[in-house]
């Protein structure tokens, strides 16, 4: 432990140049406010299930496609590329044009008259949101020392908790506001379903605070040889070298994130269906618990892992993965079994808590074990892996459940059950095993900077 300490306060030292702490975390609340954006162009299909599969005649399957797998197989495709030039281009510049993107998309899904267009432009959403999170996590990186990383990249993971709870309120005030009209005329558009005016108010919105990276100053990249070109080759290979660390934390924390994604895309459903509730009461309450809970679990969790840090405790967000993947495979999946939708609603605040814990923690970890040169590349990476298992499989594996296993629509919370359990219950085999290995990668790490200096 003591060697693992030393590493950590060497860590923590080595790059003393940082802004103020004022500038950083105002530039941390702008990077928020856009992951809230993309969370509410990501997360604002849940709350339309049923007048979309109405409009356009699909099945729970065919919409998962909408809420998970179509955004996410490019939003992880062109995650890597993107990451890249995060190493090596204006990452400021990276964000904004990632949000006219994918605001723009997000338009158009607006304009849909048919499936296919609905499902091209959510690919285009994918596409655009792929270019947010490395470049911010690669940002947030050299504006903070290790010793505050993980509450700052909480501290803008808190996007996912408001941006899904924004989504839902957004979304249940309103289905109520327009709820009983069959369409609206708009100019140049024509007539549209109420729900498609959801997405025309957020993309233009979007585009409109794309002018706030403008405020953000591109810091100076810390570390030697930041900054520099670093082949993908090399960072796969300095991966493959730290192997068993990447593939416990990546795969463990993606499983995490299909619970969080399987649980988010169909809860509203289940109140629907189950407990009888409209869209509207669904999505105010939903909404509220989502942000307050799922808010209070991220920064819970990058709190926690700065604190045991800075007690040598050098594994400390591997060990709040344990954590939060045994409180949402206890505690929090009771909400699936309670006979009302009041206690539901109850018991949800805990579940949507501890799935939320590591959403600022785990990237963080990834900051610590990989040279700065490579943060955006392998930030990336890890960004593919839980994309790709958590938003591309989650939603759709409740789907499939539902649909070709029990064959009822009304046996959703059970679907929703199993994947909760068997996501939950590998992601803290996988966490506890990863916590030695990176340890080892960690102290690695630190050799080869002691030695470069």
């Not at 940082?18 to 969370?39: D, E, P, R």
């Not at 024509?190 to 729900?195: L, N, Q, T, Y």
């Amino acid at each position: 432990m003591a060697n693992n300490s030393a590493a950590v306060q060497t860590l923590q030292n080595q790059n003393p140049a940082y802004v103020s702490s004022g500038y950083a975390w105002f530039v941390v609340a702008i990077l928020m406010v856009a992951y809230v954006f993309s969370f509410v162009d990501r997360q604002i299909l849940s709350l339309l299930v049923k007048p979309i599969r109405s409009d356009l005649g699909i099945s729970d399957t065919q919409m998962s496609l909408l809420m998970g797998f179509s955004f996410a197989i490019f939003y992880t495709i062109m995650g890597i590329p993107l990451g890249r030039l995060a190493d090596r281009k204006s990452r400021r510049g990276l964000i904004a044009a990632g949000i006219v993107m994918w605001s723009a998309m997000t338009a158009l899904c607006g304009t849909a008259r048919h499936y296919w267009q609905l499902l091209l432009f959510r690919v285009g959403v994918g596409v655009g949101e792929a270019a947010l999170s490395p470049a911010a996590y690669s940002l947030i990186t050299d504006y903070f020392p290790p010793g505050k990383r993980a509450t700052a990249i909480s501290v803008y993971s808190i996007g996912i908790s408001l941006g899904s709870g924004i989504a839902f309120l957004l979304g249940g005030l309103v289905i109520k506001l327009v709820s009983g009209q069959d369409a609206i005329d708009l100019p140049l558009i024509g007539a549209i379903r109420p729900w498609q005016v959801v997405f025309l108010i957020l993309g233009g919105t979007g585009i409109v605070f794309s002018l706030a990276l403008l405020l953000v100053r591109e810091p100076r990249r810390q570390g030697a040889v930041a900054g520099t070109d670093v082949p993908l080759g090399r960072v796969l290979a300095y991966l493959w070298q730290n192997r068993r660390t990447v593939l416990c934390h990546n795969i463990g924390f993606a499983l995490l994130a299909l619970c969080a994604y399987g649980s988010s895309a169909w809860t509203p459903t289940y109140f629907v269906r189950t407990h009888g509730w409209d869209a509207a009461q669904v999505g105010i309450v939903y909404g509220l618990v989502a942000m307050v809970f799922g808010a209070a679990g991220i920064v819970f969790g990058g709190l926690l892992t700065d604190r045991w840090l800075k007690q040598g405790v050098t594994d400390a967000a591997m060990r709040v993965g344990v954590w939060a993947a045994a409180g949402a495979l206890t505690i929090g999946a009771l909400y699936l079994l309670m006979p009302t939708g009041t206690l539901t609603a109850i018991a949800l605040a805990p579940a949507v808590f501890f799935v939320s814990m590591p959403f600022g923690a785990a990237p963080a970890a990834i900051q610590e074990i990989v040279p700065n040169e490579m943060r955006g590349q392998a930030s990336a990476v890890y960004m593919f892996v839980v994309s790709l298992i958590g938003l591309g499989l989650g939603p759709t594996a409740v789907a499939v459940i539902t649909d070709f296993v029990f064959r009822d629509d009304n046996a959703v919370r059970w679907s929703m059950l199993i994947v909760s359990v068997a996501a939950n219950l590998f992601a803290v085999i996988l966490l506890l095993a990863g916590r030695r290995p990176y340890r080892e990668s960690l102290v690695r790490l630190h050799s080869t900077f002691t030695l470069a200096k």
